[in-house]
T-cell receptor, first 109, second 116 residues
Framework: DAKTTQPPSMDCAEGRAANLPCNHSTISGNEYVYWYRQIHSQGPQYIIH?????ETNEMASLIITEDRKSSTLILPHATLRDTAVYYCIVKGSNYQLIWGAGTKLIIKP | DADVTQTPRNRITKTGKRIMLECSQTKGHDRMYWYRQDPGLGLRLIYY???????NKGEISDGYSVSRQAQAKFSLSLESAIPNQTALYFC???????????????FGPGTRLTVL
């Protein structure tokens, strides 16, 4: 199963774009990349997912490199409420999501 | 009302006790999951169920059992709790959306379990 690598923590100023990187160099051709976030110790919340093309929704944008070995989650205008742990996940065998330790994003006023 | 609920929200128990964590959902999803989360780590899958007749072991099923009583209910049991099962436990649900197996998961609020 493919694994992901993320920086353990990042800071971003409020109102700026937060760009969260993720490496998934062993991803296979049919594996999706998912992003979830977890605020404090609440249940994780789905943000976005993608396979090959860039994706955008009301929460974020997902940029996937052409070789699919890495991706970037973009929160276009970060607010204090975006402070959370962000998980980049690829789907493994048997429909399981393989979770890493994530990136703790701190939005500063 | 929340779509995915878990009871209890907090539980303290002693080593050797049997304990059950319950999960209910009103989303009408067929798939349900149990995860545990240890401090500073991501989630690890314990068991998952694709329908009421289907139960599958996840990454860390030893020491746990589950029961899928109905489409909406999925319970996790610790037959004889031990201290290293102290963790945050999450239930999740998802729907099956077809050929790409995409499964956005919806999580409950979690149960904080402490085993003394």
């Amino acid at each position: 199963d493919a694994k992901t690598t993320q920086p353990p923590s990042m800071d971003c100023a409020e109102g700026r774009a937060a760009n969260l990187p993720c490496n998934h160099s062993t991803i296979s051709g049919n594996e999706y990349v998912y992003w979830y976030r977890q605020i404090h110790s609440q249940g994780p919340q789905y943000i976005i997912h993608g396979l090959k093309n860039n994706e955008t929704n009301e929460m974020a944008s997902l940029i996937i490199t052409e070789d699919r070995k890495s991706s970037t989650l973009i929160l276009p205008h970060a607010t204090l409420r975006d402070t959370a742990v962000y998980y980049c996940i690829v789907k493994g065998s048997n429909y399981q999501l393989i979770w890493g330790a994530g990136t703790k994003l701190i939005i500063k006023p | 009302d929340a779509d995915v609920t878990q009871t209890p929200r907090n539980r303290i128990t002693k080593t050797g006790k049997r304990i059950m964590l319950e999960c209910s959902q009103t989303k009408g999803h067929d798939r349900m999951y149990w995860y545990r989360q240890d401090p500073g780590l991501g989630l690890r899958l314990i068991y998952y169920s694709f329908d009421v007749k289907d139960i599958n072991k996840g990454e860390i099923s030893d020491g746990y059992s589950v029961s899928r009583q109905a489409q909406a209910k999925f319970s996790l049991s610790l037959e004889s709790a031990i201290p290293n099962q102290t963790a945050l436990y999450f239930c999740a649900t998802s729907d099956f959306l077809g050929r790409d197996n995409y499964n956005e998961q919806f999580f409950g609020p979690g149960t904080r379990l402490t085993v003394l």
